[in-house]
């Protein structure tokens, strides 16, 4: 398995629009699922600093997640522009290959 994890600071009063994006059910998690390799993603919400989330999406491998990421860029790029209007601040935490 292959685990991309983010880090999101949240632009106060945009949580519910955030949460609607991220969540497991949301807008990544449905572009996420056109791949078969797409395993699932996981929102979390820091509770000793409310405006920071972690995101965990699970891919099959690597090389998945890579293809993937060509071949839906555009769509990729049109829904980070909408997560940016939410955001303070993203990091990529790093990845875990199984």
Do not use: C, K, N
């Not at 791949?35 to 995101?55: K, N």
């Not at 997640?65 to 980070?80: P, S, T, V």
Request: hydrophobic content about 40%; charged content about 30%.
């Amino acid at each position: 398995m292959y685990v991309v994890a983010w880090s999101y600071r949240v632009v106060p009063g945009r949580e519910l629009e955030f949460q609607a994006l991220y969540a497991a059910d949301g807008d990544w998690s449905r572009l996420f699922a056109r791949s078969p390799a797409y395993l699932g993603t996981q929102l979390l919400h820091d509770v000793d600093e409310p405006s920071r989330y972690v995101t965990f999406d699970r891919w099959r491998a690597r090389d998945d997640y890579e293809a993937f990421l060509h071949a839906m860029r555009e769509d990729y790029a049109a829904l980070d522009l909408r997560g940016d209007a939410l955001t303070d601040e993203e990091v990529r935490i790093g990845v875990i290959d199984e």
